[in-house]
């Protein structure tokens, strides 16, 4: 089991920044994906950025440019920089870890509310 606790979100104005973190502990891999997701009010969960164990990292075309991703060889923990921040980033963004070979390891955070105001 893996355990996730994010931190890190709030109120911010248009342009604005945050730095979300996301800790993990339990049965920790080095070789996981390590990744942010978020989930607007009525619509789907999305992709915002993920980073492999070597350093790969994934953007959602709507961040790029604006949200960098980074984290630590352990893989226990993940960073998300959010800089000029939009209203339509406004959601509530959760930190994933799976690994790529094993199907089932595949664990989720309880979500960190992020709110930008226009």
């Known amino acids: 089991q893996v355990q996730l606790v994010e931190s890190g979100g709030g109120l911010v104005e248009t342009g604005g920044s945050l730095r979300l973190s996301c800790v993990a502990s339990?049965?920790?891999?080095?070789?996981?994906?390590m990744g942010w997701y978020r989930q607007a009010p009525g619509k789907r969960r999305e992709l915002v950025a993920t980073i492999t164990s070597g350093g790969t990292m994934d953007f959602a075309d709507s961040v790029k440019g604006r949200f960098t991703i980074s984290r630590d060889n352990a893989g226990s923990t993940v960073h998300l920089q959010m800089n000029s921040l939009k209203p339509e980033d406004t959601a509530v963004y959760y930190c994933?870890?799976?690994?790529?070979?094993?199907?089932?390891?595949?664990?989720w955070g309880q979500g960190t509310q992020v709110t930008v105001s226009s």
């Open positions: 994933n870890v799976r690994n790529p070979v094993y199907y089932g390891y595949d664990y």
């Open positions: 339990g049965n920790i891999w080095r070789s996981n994906v």
